[in-house]
């Protein structure tokens, strides 16, 4: 009897060791996973919040301005603008495109981005079809450099045929309000995405708000369906769009 109770003892103090060390491996192994996805979601976010800061500060350069152009006779700034947008839409596709995309509710950082893109993506948001949107993104994702993407633009009717409904969008912005409150609205979204996921501004500048630039009816619908309803994360939405 004393020699089977030492067998089940030691078959139970390493069967315990065996059951801790395959704990300890699973833990190591979920914490390897979340370690790894976090620094995707780092290495993807880098860039895209890169082109975000460099559309919203143009957005708000020109925004200050009515989008009038500094010279009515050079449209070089809304060419710039233009390009700056399919940039974005081009980061915005490799994001949604990527394997990770799926992966990313599973982080908090992750979670608050995909709630942005889909706002942006959304109907009330976009500023063209999704379908323009993503072509111009596809569009840009091929000719990353300014210099070349215009000379295509300039060159290839199929390119211009894609890009103009958003130059048409950002042209008309300095005459048309309606049109001008859109593109300012989508820019108030942008500027909150990157004060979310970037808030000590390690790759993003902190940048002010519109200065007075939101009608009383852009300033609802951000309020009250915007940041109500699809970007609750916002913990302070007052401060893009004002009192």
């Given at each position: ?55 919203y500060s143009k957005l708000r350069a020109m925004a200050q301005k009515d989008f009038k152009a500094t010279n ?13 947008f399919a940039t974005f839409w081009a980061q915005m596709e490799v994001l949604r495109d990527t394997a990770l ?59 211009r045929n894609w890009m103009l409904p958003l130059r048409e969008v950002v042209e008309s912005a300095e005459g ?68």
């Amino acid at each position: 009897m004393a020699i089977w109770d030492y067998f089940v003892g030691a078959m139970g103090g390493g069967f315990v060791v065996k059951l801790l060390e395959f704990l300890a491996g699973l833990w190591r192994e979920r914490t390897g996973r979340q370690q790894a996805l976090e620094k995707s979601v780092d290495q993807q976010l880098d860039y895209f919040l890169k082109c975000s800061d460099d559309l919203y500060s143009k957005l708000r350069a020109m925004a200050q301005k009515d989008f009038k152009a500094t010279n009515p006779d050079d449209r070089r700034e809304i060419t710039a603008l233009v390009f700056l947008f399919a940039t974005f839409w081009a980061q915005m596709e490799v994001l949604r495109d990527t394997a990770l995309y799926v992966e990313l509710s599973k982080d908090q950082r992750g979670r608050d981005l995909k709630q942005f893109l889909n706002t942006l993506y959304s109907g009330q948001m976009r500023l063209v079809t999704r379908m323009t949107q993503r072509a111009i993104g596809e569009l840009a994702q091929e000719c990353p450099r300014y210099i070349d993407i215009t000379r295509r633009y300039a060159e290839e009717t199929n390119v211009r045929n894609w890009m103009l409904p958003l130059r048409e969008v950002v042209e008309s912005a300095e005459g048309d309000k309606r049109a001008r409150q859109r593109v300012l609205r989508y820019g108030v979204v942008i500027h909150a995405m990157m004060d979310t996921l970037d808030p000590k501004h390690y790759v993003t500048k902190e940048l002010p708000p519109y200065a007075n630039k939101l009608s009383r009816q852009s300033k609802r619908d951000l309020h009250y369906r915007t940041f109500r309803n699809y970007l609750q994360s916002v913990k302070a939405p007052e401060k893009y769009i004002g009192e």
